[in-house]
C-alpha cells in the first residue's frame, strides 16, 4: 500500500525525487558518490565576512552591508533579480469550518490582475477554533493541488498545468483506494491542537514548473514576447518566492494571522525556493527548507550527488534559475557565491536544514558543511549555532538558532520532520 501512494504522489506530483539518485550518470554528466573524489570544497569559497572589495566585516552594522552584497551575488548569479514591481494584489476569502468542524478554514484566493482569470493563486489556511488572537502559521510550499492535500470535503479544486497546451485546468480529487488523498489532515490537526496555523498552497499555482514558461503565470506578467532572457533574468524559484512574498502581503492584513511569526517549508525544489524566499523576504521569521541540495542549502563546491552542472543542463531545470547559473557548471571554484552565504542570509532568523541520511543525490554533508561555514555570520549576530564540526547521526535534531536535523532515509518530508518543526517552531516563534 505504501509504495502505491508513492508512486501515485511521484506520477501526480511530477516529483523526480528518487529518479536520479542511484545512477552513475545524469543528463550526459558523471555523477560521483565518492567522498575520496569529491574535491576540496573550500578552494576558491567566498567568505561571508569578507566584502567584495576585500575588506572584513567587524560587527552588525557592517553585516548588513555585506548582506546587500550577497543578496545581488545570488540574484545575478543564481536566481535572478525580482522585477522592480510587485504585481497588483486582489484578494478573496471564503471562510467556513473544516475538518468537520473542527477548525476555521479559510480559503484564499490572491490575484495578481484586475483579471479574475489571469495568475492567481489558492491558499488553503487552517486555524485553530479557539484561538484568542493572531496565530502563528506555518506555511507549506506544496506539490499537491489543496483539495488532494487534505481529505477535507469543501476544499475548492486546485488547477493543474498541462505543459503541452500550456494551460492549466481543474482537478478535481481523484478516486484514490479508499478516498485517499495525500494525507496532511493528521498533521494540520497537530498544529492546530498546538495553536499553530496550519496554510498550504500548489507552487504551480504561481508560474509553472516546466521550460519556456516565460510568458506564462507570474513570471508571464512581466514577460515582453520575443525578448530573449538577460542573464540576470528570474528563474521559476524566484518567482515561487515572489508569490510567497505576495501571501505574505496578505497575511498582514488578515487579523487572524499573526504575520509577525510566519514559518516557511518545502521540500526539494521547494526547499530550495524556501531558503531564497527567507533570503529576500525578511518578513518569514522561521526559514524551515527540506532536502533542498544543489542549488539550495548544499555546498555546490563539493562534487558529491547533484551538481550546478546536472541542474542547469538544457533538459532539466535551467529554467528554475537565472541564465548565468549555467555558465558556473564547468568552473564551480569560480562561483562569487556558495549555499554557505545563503544560510548567512537567514541570520539571525531561525534557520532548520532539514536532510535525509540516504538522500545522496542531495548531499546531506553538503547541507551540513553548509551550517559550519555559513554559522559565523549568526554568531556575530550573537546566535546560537552547533559549535561541533562532526555532522550529527540521524534524527539527532539540534534546535540551535540555526539548527540541523537529518532524518533516517531518503528523500522527502518523513513524519517525523513535522515533529521536529514544530518543537523548532515551538522554540523560536
Ligand atoms: C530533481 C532535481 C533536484 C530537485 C528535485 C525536486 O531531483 O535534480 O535538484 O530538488 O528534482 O525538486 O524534486
Given at each position: 500500500?505504501?509504495?502505491?501512494v508513492v508512486?501515485?504522489?511521484?506520477?501526480?506530483?511530477?516529483?523526480?525525487?528518487?529518479?536520479?539518485?542511484?545512477?552513475?550518470?545524469?543528463?550526459?554528466?558523471p555523477?560521483?558518490?565518492?567522498?575520496?573524489?569529491?574535491?576540496?570544497?573550500?578552494?576558491?569559497?567566498?567568505?561571508?565576512?569578507?566584502?567584495?572589495?576585500?575588506?572584513?566585516?567587524?560587527?552588525?552594522?557592517?553585516?548588513k552591508k555585506?548582506?546587500?552584497?550577497?543578496?545581488?551575488?545570488?540574484e545575478?548569479?543564481?536566481?535572478?533579480?525580482?522585477?522592480?514591481?510587485?504585481?497588483?494584489?486582489?484578494?478573496?476569502?471564503?471562510?467556513?469550518?473544516?475538518?468537520?468542524?473542527?477548525?476555521?478554514?479559510?480559503?484564499?484566493?490572491?490575484?495578481?490582475?484586475?483579471?479574475?482569470?489571469?495568475?492567481?493563486?489558492?491558499?488553503?489556511?487552517?486555524?485553530?477554533?479557539?484561538?484568542?488572537?493572531?496565530?502563528?502559521?506555518?506555511?507549506?510550499?506544496?506539490?499537491?493541488?489543496?483539495?488532494?492535500?487534505?481529505?477535507?470535503?469543501?476544499?475548492?479544486?486546485?488547477?493543474?498545468?498541462?505543459?503541452?497546451?500550456?494551460?492549466?485546468?481543474?482537478?478535481?480529487?481523484?478516486?484514490m483506494?479508499?478516498?485517499?488523498r495525500?494525507?496532511?489532515?493528521?498533521?494540520?490537526?497537530?498544529?492546530?491542537?498546538?495553536?499553530?496555523?496550519?496554510?498550504?498552497?500548489?507552487?504551480?499555482d504561481?508560474?509553472p514548473?516546466?521550460?519556456?514558461?516565460?510568458?506564462?503565470?507570474?513570471?508571464?506578467?512581466?514577460?515582453?514576447?520575443?525578448?530573449?532572457?538577460?542573464?540576470?533574468?528570474?528563474?521559476?524559484?524566484s518567482?515561487?518566492?515572489?508569490?510567497?512574498?505576495r501571501?505574505?502581503?496578505?497575511?498582514?492584513?488578515?487579523?487572524?494571522?499573526?504575520?509577525?511569526?510566519?514559518?516557511?517549508?518545502g521540500?526539494?525544489?521547494?526547499?530550495?525556493t524556501?531558503?531564497?524566499?527567507?533570503?529576500?523576504?525578511?518578513?518569514?521569521?522561521?526559514?524551515?527548507?527540506?532536502?533542498?541540495?544543489?542549488?539550495?542549502?548544499?555546498?555546490?563546491?563539493?562534487?558529491?550527488?547533484?551538481?550546478?552542472?546536472?541542474?542547469?543542463?538544457?533538459?532539466?531545470?535551467?529554467?528554475?534559475?537565472?541564465?548565468?547559473y549555467?555558465?558556473?557548471?564547468?568552473?564551480?571554484?569560480?562561483?562569487?557565491?556558495?549555499?554557505?552565504?545563503?544560510?548567512?542570509?537567514?541570520?539571525?532568523?531561525?534557520?532548520?536544514?532539514?536532510?535525509?541520511?540516504?538522500?545522496?543525490?542531495?548531499?546531506?554533508?553538503?547541507?551540513?558543511?553548509?551550517?559550519?561555514?555559513?554559522?559565523?555570520?549568526?554568531?556575530?549576530?550573537?546566535?546560537?549555532?552547533?559549535?561541533?564540526?562532526?555532522?550529527?547521526?540521524?534524527?539527532?535534531?539540534?534546535?540551535?538558532?540555526?539548527g540541523?536535523?537529518?532524518?533516517?532515509?531518503?528523500?522527502?518530508?518523513?513524519?517525523?520532520?513535522?515533529?521536529?518543526?514544530?518543537?523548532?517552531?515551538?522554540?523560536?516563534?
Amino acid at each position: 500500500m505504501r509504495k502505491i501512494v508513492v508512486l501515485l504522489c511521484c506520477a501526480l506530483l511530477g516529483v523526480a525525487a528518487a529518479s536520479a539518485q542511484d545512477r552513475d550518470v545524469v543528463a550526459g554528466i558523471p555523477v560521483n558518490y565518492d567522498e575520496t573524489k569529491v574535491g576540496d570544497y573550500k578552494l576558491g569559497l567566498p567568505d561571508p565576512l569578507t566584502f567584495n572589495n576585500g575588506k572584513p566585516v567587524k560587527n552588525a552594522r557592517q553585516w548588513k552591508k555585506r548582506r546587500a552584497e550577497i543578496v545581488k551575488l545570488f540574484e545575478e548569479n543564481q536566481y535572478g533579480k525580482w522585477p522592480a514591481k510587485k504585481p497588483a494584489l486582489r484578494y478573496d476569502v471564503q471562510q467556513d469550518l473544516g475538518f468537520d468542524g473542527t477548525a476555521v478554514r479559510k480559503q484564499i484566493t490572491l490575484y495578481f490582475t484586475e483579471f479574475n482569470d489571469g495568475p492567481r493563486v489558492d491558499v488553503l489556511l487552517y486555524l485553530p477554533k479557539d484561538a484568542a488572537g493572531p496565530t502563528p502559521i506555518l506555511l507549506n510550499l506544496n506539490f499537491s493541488q489543496n483539495n488532494l492535500a487534505v481529505s477535507d470535503p469543501g476544499v475548492k479544486p486546485g488547477r493543474r498545468w498541462d505543459p503541452k497546451t500550456r494551460t492549466m485546468s481543474e482537478m478535481p480529487a481523484m478516486q484514490m483506494p479508499g478516498g485517499m488523498r495525500f494525507g496532511m489532515d493528521a498533521t494540520i490537526k497537530t498544529y492546530l491542537k498546538e495553536g499553530f496555523g496550519f496554510a498550504t498552497l500548489c507552487y504551480t499555482d504561481i508560474t509553472p514548473d516546466f521550460e519556456d514558461n516565460d510568458e506564462l503565470g507570474l513570471r508571464g506578467l512581466y514577460h515582453t514576447p520575443g525578448a530573449p532572457r538577460a542573464d540576470n533574468d528570474w528563474g521559476s524559484i524566484s518567482a515561487w518566492a515572489m508569490g510567497v512574498s505576495r501571501l505574505m502581503d496578505y497575511f498582514e492584513k488578515d487579523p487572524d494571522v499573526d504575520a509577525t511569526r510566519v514559518a516557511l517549508t518545502g521540500c526539494s525544489r521547494l526547499g530550495k525556493t524556501t531558503i531564497w524566499t527567507g533570503a529576500i523576504e525578511p518578513r518569514i521569521k522561521v526559514v524551515m527548507p527540506s532536502c533542498s541540495g544543489e542549488g539550495g542549502a548544499a555546498i555546490s563546491r563539493r562534487n558529491y550527488g547533484e551538481t550546478v552542472a546536472h541542474l542547469a543542463e538544457k533538459t532539466r531545470f535551467p529554467y528554475q534559475f537565472c541564465p548565468k547559473y549555467g555558465y558556473w557548471g564547468d568552473k564551480v571554484h569560480e562561483m562569487p557565491v556558495d549555499a554557505h552565504m545563503l544560510v548567512a542570509l537567514i541570520a539571525p532568523r531561525p534557520l532548520l536544514l532539514q536532510t535525509g541520511s540516504t538522500d545522496i543525490w542531495s548531499d546531506p554533508k553538503g547541507e551540513w558543511l553548509a551550517l559550519v561555514e555559513g554559522r559565523k555570520v549568526y554568531q556575530l549576530l550573537g546566535q546560537d549555532v552547533p559549535t561541533a564540526d562532526e555532522m550529527p547521526a540521524p534524527d539527532q535534531p539540534y534546535y540551535t538558532t540555526l539548527g540541523y536535523v537529518m532524518h533516517e532515509g531518503g528523500h522527502g518530508i518523513m513524519p517525523q520532520d513535522w515533529t521536529y518543526y514544530l518543537e523548532f517552531m515551538k522554540r523560536h516563534l
